[in-house]
Structure formats: C-alpha cells, structure tokens
C-alpha cells in the first residue's frame, strides 16, 4: 500500500521567512495530494491539493510543487506570520474513490 | 447538518471496558472515514464506509475494534475491552460522493479517548 513520509517534523521560522516541507510517495499510481493543517485542538483542514497532471499550483502565499519521477512533493510558504502557526499533514491518494495516505505531519511554529 | 458531528468530545474510561463512538457526517455525504490520532502522532487510517459498505476496513488495528453505518448516515465506532495503547483521538470525516479529490475531506472535531 501507499506510504507517506514528510520532512522535517518539526520546523521553525521567524516571522516573514518562508517554510518549506517535503514529502515523498512510494505508490506511483498516486494520483493526488492534498495538504492540511490543523490549528492545534482543531480539526485539519484542506489548505491546497495538486493532481499529478500539473507540476505545480499556488494560492497566495501558498504554493505546491509535484515531481511525479521521483515521487516528491513540497509545500511552500512565503512570508510566514504567526497564524501559520500549525501542524501540515501531506497526503496521496491513489484513485478518485480511496482513502487518503497521511504523512506524519510536520509542526511548523512562526516566530514573531 | 452543517458539519460533521462526533460524539462524545472526550470519553474517559477503564481499562477493559467497551466503548461507542459515534458519528454523524454532512447531509448527503456518501463516504465516512475514521481516523485515529495519537498524542502529537499523525492520522493513522482505520476504516471506509461508501454508503453502508464497508470497502477498506484494513486499518483497523484489532478484531476489538469494529465499525458499523446506518441508512447511510450515522456511523459508530465500538472499541471493546479497551487497553491504554487505545487512548488517542477519533477523527470522522466524510466526503461528498466519497471521492476526496472533490473538495477533500471534512473532519469533525473528534473524541478524544482516554483508557485508564
């Protein structure tokens, strides 16, 4: 079955400073991966997703990269502020109607 | 309803004894999903309804562990003769016509188990 790993595990960056996670796949059929952050003692939330058939998207301050050879994927944030503050689960899915495969997480603290 | 419902918030119980937890997904949501999270862990998959089927109960870590739908709505989760090791957070999350790649998943806010 799919795996997730996800790097670092935890990451600190000071205010305006950008943060960047990497995650990998083993499963090349993976198709999809979705990335969310959960606020601690809150649910996670859908922050942004990518489809293999794009190699990288953006929504504001956040952006996502997928190379589909080596099966890696990276979450971006540029000009961190504090309420970024949180927990980033990447994910894989393999086909539309599956479960989705969660990376370990990483805690991602914003220093004032 | 507006959310994804899961009751109880927290259930504190002894080892040994049997819990039910349950939970109630978006109005028309055809798949459910549980997921279990242990303190500072990440989301470890359990289980998949697609309506009242169960296709992929292959996260399940014990036959202590079993799930059940109804009439497409409400799921429950039964753990039996609870062990410490079963202590972390029940995550529900349901997706509109069971395909997370539209619009992902919704999670409800979880019950936070404590077996002592």
């Known amino acids: 079955g799919e795996n997730v790993e996800q790097h670092p595990s935890t990451l600190s960056v000071q205010e305006g400073d950008s943060a960047v996670i990497k995650c990998t796949y083993s499963?090349?059929?993976?198709?999809?991966f979705p990335w969310y952050k959960q606020e601690l003692g809150k649910r996670p939330q859908l922050i942004i997703d990518i489809r293999s058939n794009v190699g990288e998207k953006k929504d504001q301050r956040i952006a996502v990269t997928l190379n589909k050879t080596a099966k890696h994927f990276s979450l971006h944030i540029t000009e961190t502020q504090p309420e970024d503050s949180a927990v980033y689960f990447c994910?894989?899915?393999?086909?539309?109607?599956?479960?989705?495969?969660f990376g370990p997480g990483t805690s991602l603290s914003v220093i004032p | 309803g507006a959310g994804v419902s899961q009751s109880p918030s927290n259930k504190v119980t002894e080892k040994g004894k049997d819990v039910e937890l349950r939970c109630d997904p978006i109005?028309?949501?055809?798949?459910l999903y549980w997921y279990r999270q242990s303190l500072g862990q990440g989301l470890e998959f359990l289980i998949y309804f697609q309506g009242n089927s169960a296709p992929d109960k292959s996260g399940l870590p014990s036959d202590r562990f079993s799930a059940e739908r109804t009439g497409g709505s409400v799921s429950t989760l039964t753990i039996q003769r609870t062990q410490q090791e079963d202590s972390a957070v029940y995550l529900c999350?349901?997706?509109?016509?069971?395909?997370?790649?539209?619009?992902?998943?919704?999670f409800g806010s979880g019950t936070r188990l404590t077996v002592v």
């Open positions: 109005s028309g949501h055809t798949a």
């Open positions: 999350a349901s997706s509109i016509d069971g395909r997370p790649t539209n619009y992902g998943y919704t």
């Open positions: 994910a894989a899915l393999k086909t539309s109607y599956d479960k989705v495969i």
């Open positions: 499963d090349s059929a993976s198709n999809y």
